[in-house]
């Protein structure tokens, strides 16, 4: 099954490059640590935190509660703790959810979307997709590249 995920609010930062690796990833700004235990029981997802009263919860000491604590401060450390620890493809389902809602995007077709995008993106790309929330665009820009190298990198690890 794949692994879904739900991030404390002291690793934040985490669930966007989560999400940018295409992986399910929970972020609620501000929960408390019971809302956030329950939610990963129920929903069946890895609680990522740097919280250790967290991991010495029973359900965590006992193995029903799966969560990772994080060990660096550093965003790029801690993605490669979880990668590391979970044995992730970094790049498998890259670039497939809406880093701000955390929603599956959809392809959408480029007639339709040229009032959407800047008029150089729209001559110059072939590939959008499109967050069915936020309605946000997707295409493969220099924003893209940029993260797709820090993906390779991290998957060479
Ligand atoms: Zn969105």
């Not at 965003?75 to 044995?87: F, S």
């Not at 480029?110 to 001559?123: A, D, H, K, M, T």
Request: aromatic share 8%.
């Amino acid at each position: 099954m794949e692994v879904r995920f739900i991030v404390d609010t002291n690793v934040g930062k985490l669930a966007k490059w989560l999400r940018i690796m295409g992986y399910d990833t929970l972020f609620i700004n501000g929960i408390d640590d019971n809302r956030l235990i329950g939610i990963a029981l129920e929903e069946g997802r890895v609680v990522l935190t740097r919280d250790t009263h967290i991991m010495r919860r029973r359900v965590a000491v006992k193995g029903r509660l799966k969560a990772i604590l994080i060990k660096d401060d550093k965003v790029k450390e801690q993605l490669i703790q979880v990668v590391g620890t979970l044995n992730l493809d970094s790049r498998i389902r890259a670039f497939s959810r809406c880093i701000e809602c955390n929603q599956p995007l959809v392809a959408k077709e480029r007639e339709g979307i040229q009032e959407l995008v800047p008029p150089y993106v729209f001559q110059t790309q072939n590939q959008f997709m499109q967050c069915p929330t936020c309605r946000r665009i997707y295409w493969r820009g220099t924003h893209w590249s940029r993260m797709n190298l820090a993906l390779e990198k991290l998957g060479r690890k």
